[in-house]
């Protein structure tokens, strides 16, 4: 009987399945969008029981279209949307709050209460990370100190944390199973990326039990076995990594030096370094890519929060474009953007600025100034971005890079693919599979239980189906991003800190 490998994908708008075969070729996938609520300005929020209902949803129907069940899946390999915080009950399985998700600012605040006095770069050497209201650990003492009778069940052991994947898996065994992997728990603000533990200083700087915490593993291995009745047996459950680790697996950067940028809601631009845990001291993250094989790989992170979302907000928010896809042919109809510079800081400003107050602006505007520009500069918005994120990471790991890499929904863009190579004066690789990050995940699974052998067997499935090569003449590339420097300068100016 032939096998395949089933890959949830839990991302910030959609929940997603595939079914893979043992070339690494999709069999069938299936995809439902879910509610975001956006309860205050700056929150965001997910039903957990949506999260979990769309999930299961669409396992359920990528395993039938496929015609199969149970017993055809080898394994399960999971992967989510990061840093979103999930309490729940453990004898209810019942969350306490909504999710609150990676982008929401609520704790900003308190971050910035914590900066002054707080040394900064002690929490950075255990946790590679900086302080801000991105990670879960200031979330989830949002929910134990605001919602009402959570601090007690919590002292009293009643309370369950857990990032997406630790509540998929949580589901799927019928709370028999809480656990998370090495690369989501590194991005809590908890997890000590050195010792890879929970930290017990960091436990208590931010008031939260131990015994709310899962179980942290490796990235591939068995964790345990599905008790829903979505399949039809038990299937193991045996890879979990964060969506852009999993991504950078997916593309096979599995050397050191090696990037991949993810275009979807936000941008996210990962370099493996190996084995060795460093700590640049520029505004670049170091994160834990994976744990395979009993051995820990790191990266350098640079997070971008609204990349792709920008399209969605000219489609739903301006109403000028009716399909994310639309938005290339209308930048399209104009030579650049007429002099209109945009930086959409809609939810603050990631790496390298970490400034959680920043908000969008757009300027440069004439009375010749048309929907065609302002398409044009939200693409190159996203290109920019990624360019100050770039030059964040060559600094870090004190070389150039290369070639990038890139996938997510943002990079079936081929204008916003060419403009991203100009800009950047580097090659941009557009794999022929671009959903790479339930490719990772399915990887990870599918090691963990030898349905590939090791990595150089799946090292081969990886192509690039088109490079991207940079035509722009440099004074015109260096013009552009002085222009764009001079955007975010007015942006910061403006904002408070
Ligand atoms: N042709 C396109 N040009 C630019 N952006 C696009 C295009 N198609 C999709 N997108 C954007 O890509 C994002 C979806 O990518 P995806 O990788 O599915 O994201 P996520 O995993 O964050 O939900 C959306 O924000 C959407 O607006
Ligand atoms: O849902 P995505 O793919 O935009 O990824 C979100 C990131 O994991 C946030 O850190």
Known sequence: MNKYILSLDQGTTSSRAIVFDQAGNVVSLAQKEFTQHFPQAGWVEHDPREIWSTQAGVAAEATVKAGLNGTNIAAIGITNQRETTIVWNRATGQPVYNAIVWQDRRTAEYCNHLRETHREDLIRQKTGLVIDAYFSATKIRWILDNVPGAREQAEAGELAFGTVDTWLVWNLTRGVVHVTDVSNASRTLLFNIQTLDWDDDLLELFTIPR??????????EVYGETKTTIFASKVPIAGIAGDQQAALFGQMCVEPGMVKNTYGTGCFMLMNIGTQCLMPSDNVLTTVAWKVGGQVNYAFEGSIFIAGAVVQWLRDGLGIIRSSSEVETLAAQV??????????????????HWNPYATGMMIGMTRGTKAAHIARASLEAIAYQTVEVLRAMEAAAGRPVKELRVDGGATANNLLMQFQADVLQTKV?????TETTALGAAYLAG???????DIDEIKRFWKAERVFEPTMAPEKVAEGFARWQRAIRTVLAWTRM
């Not at 030579?335 to 400003?349: H, I, K, R, Y």
């Not at 690789?429 to 599979?433: E, Q, W, Y």
Request: hydrophobic share 40%.
């Open 211 to 220: 015994s709310m915490l899962p179980q942290v593993k490796a990235s591939s």
């Open 335 to 352: 030579e650049d953007s007429g002099g209109v510079s945009f930086v959409p800081a809609f939810t603050g400003l990631g790496t390298p």
């Open 429 to 433: 690789i557009r794999p022929t599979f």
């Open 447 to 453: 090691l963990a239980v030898g349905y590939w052998k």
